[in-house]
């Protein structure tokens, strides 16, 4: 069976209505390299637009 060796950043909310926060956490219990980061709010999920 193949081993991941990538890191992985994990961004999860609370409020997100599609993905648990629960089921990030599990992610990176799985995961060796993986780091989980909360966000307050979806709004610091923007991306800012360059230029």
Partial sequence: ???LDNALLAI???R???HPFS???ML???LPKARLVRA???LELRVPRSG
């Fill in 1 to 3: 069976m193949p081993v």
């Fill in 12 to 14: 999860g909310h609370h």
């Fill in 16 to 18: 997100d209505p599609t």
């Fill in 23 to 25: 089921a990030s956490d």
């Fill in 28 to 30: 990176v219990r799985e």
């Fill in 40 to 42: 307050s709010s979806i």
